[in-house]
């Protein structure tokens, strides 16, 4: 071969070894721009589309948020419960909808949507400290029980007392006697 066939040759397989490079260049750009395109709709579908766990009637799952928590935390709580699929999506959802979550114990179903869930968990301070308060009546309000368990249906007065007592007295008579 003399200098100028190989020329050409060398010429012709520069230009379609760049092409080929090129084209491979360009198929990796489009693959990786469909990938990420792909993953940014079903993130931001996740976010915008209120798609519930379970359809009706669901499953009740009382779940308790601790003190100090945030958005993330309450997200992986109500993840790990099953209650929604994506925690990522529901934390941004949170701040978005600037959700105020307060400490306590919720009922939520996994039939709810995520617009739900946020609904139940969006409570206002005067709620919070409503909640807070009658939880602590209930706590200090346990009181020692009266005939039968404490129950007011089950107080009796002084002389339905004196009454159940003589008849247990005349019943234990009887029967030390008999």
Not at 78 to 98: H, M, N, P, T, V
Not at 123 to 136: D, G, P, W
């Amino acid at each position: 071969m003399d200098k100028k066939e190989s020329s050409f040759i060398g010429r012709a397989a520069d230009i379609l070894g760049g092409a080929a490079g090129r084209v491979i260049v360009a198929a990796l750009l489009i693959l990786i721009a469909f990938e990420l395109g792909s993953f940014c709709f079903s993130f931001g579908r996740s976010i915008f589309y209120q798609e519930p766990m379970e359809t009706e009637p669901g499953t009740d799952i009382v779940i308790t948020i601790p003190e100090g928590s945030d958005a993330q935390s309450v997200a992986e709580l109500l993840e790990q419960e099953g209650i929604i699929r994506d925690g990522s999506a529901f934390a941004i959802q949170e701040e978005l909808y600037e959700v105020n979550v307060y400490p306590g114990e919720y009922t939520l179903n996994t039939s709810m949507t995520t617009k739900e869930i946020l609904s139940e968990l969006n409570i206002s301070e005067e709620e919070y400290q409503r909640r807070l308060a009658a939880s602590e009546a209930a706590e200090t309000s346990q009181s020692p029980d009266v005939i039968g368990g404490g129950d007011e249906a089950d107080i009796i007065s002084e002389s339905e007392a004196e009454s159940l007592a003589a008849t247990e007295s005349v019943e234990e008579t009887w029967t030390t006697e008999g």
